[in-house]
């Protein structure tokens, strides 16, 4: 039980973390944002295996490159089982530090799906990492 209420935690952490990122995640208040989260959390632990093994052999012909179509599906679900909480596009204004330059980038709403994704996928995995 305690092992699914940190997974729960730290995804919507993640959630909140993208959504001060870029511009595409919207959320009317801190309650969508946790049934979000425990949302996407029940669609990892349960949907996200599924659509791993469904995409088993083009995970296998790919060497794993295909595991973000599972993150997406997951992110696609939990945004129609929660309404309020939405995905609208992904807005990035740019960063620069030190000669690193990632320039601005403006997404639509598959585009802005697919990154805000991986972004939640990378930022819950090493927060899972972290809280070990």
């Known amino acids: 039980m305690k092992k699914y209420l940190r997974v729960f935690i730290i995804t919507t952490l993640a959630l909140w973390l993208v959504s001060r990122v870029g511009e595409g995640i919207y959320y009317p208040g801190f309650l969508t944002l946790g049934l979000a989260g425990v949302t996407l959390g029940v669609l990892n632990l349960l949907a996200k ?53 990632l320039p601005p ?8 799906l697919v990154v805000v ?16």
């Open 49 to 101: 295996p599924l659509v791993n093994l469904l995409l088993l052999p083009l995970n296998m012909a790919t060497m794993g490159m295909f595991r973000w179509v599972a993150s997406v599906v997951a992110l696609y679900l939990a945004l129609k089982l929660v309404p309020a909480f939405q995905v609208t596009g992904f807005a990035f204004s740019g960063f620069t530090y030190q000669g690193v330059v």
């Open 117 to 132: 994704a991986l972004l939640v996928s990378l930022v819950a995995s090493v927060l899972l990492w972290l809280a070990h």
């Open 105 to 112: 980038l403006a997404l639509g709403f598959w585009g802005g």
